[in-house]
């Protein structure tokens, strides 16, 4: 028997705000069936990839560093940490040397996510 990712899940404050960032952050889309004020809010590759991101409002905030988070890869570093920043993206510090291969990044609500070094 074997199993698939159906959905990665992320709480948030403002699941349509969140689910726009990353759709314009990833190039994916938003899922029709959603607007906003809802709940939940969906976004879907543009072709067959990875499992979807569904943000799910909750009333508290965001308090600690994520237990898990997304590592991006992309075709150029330094031009999307400056997309990411141009999006609302923040740099973030969990406690980076500085020799780290990858940039830390938080989206707007603080979750973190990594772009990693091209190539």
């Known amino acids: ?10 709480d948030c404050r403002n699941a ?4 726009h960032f990353w759709a314009a952050l990833l190039d994916w ?12 809010v969906g976004i879907t590759p543009r072709v067959d990839g990875p499992a979807p991101l569904l943000f799910i409002e909750v009333s508290e905030p965001k308090a600690i560093k994520n237990r898990i988070h997304l ?3 992309p075709d150029d570093q330094a031009a999307e ?5 141009a999006l609302g993206a923040m740099r973030t510090d969990v406690g980076q040397t500085g020799d780290e ?3 830390v990044m938080s989206d707007p609500e603080g979750n973190e ?4 070094k091209s190539g």
């Not at 889309?29 to 939940?40: I, K, R």
């Not at 940490?81 to 920043?85: C, G, I, Q």
């Open 29 to 40: 889309t938003v899922d029709d069936d959603n607007a906003e004020g809802d709940d939940e």
């Open 71 to 73: 590592d991006l890869k």
């Open 101 to 103: 291969s990858w940039v």
């Open 1 to 10: 028997m074997a199993m698939t990712i159906h959905t990665v899940s992320a």
């Open 81 to 85: 940490v400056e997309r990411a920043l």
């Open 113 to 116: 996510f990594c772009i990693l």
């Open 16 to 19: 349509w705000k969140l689910a």
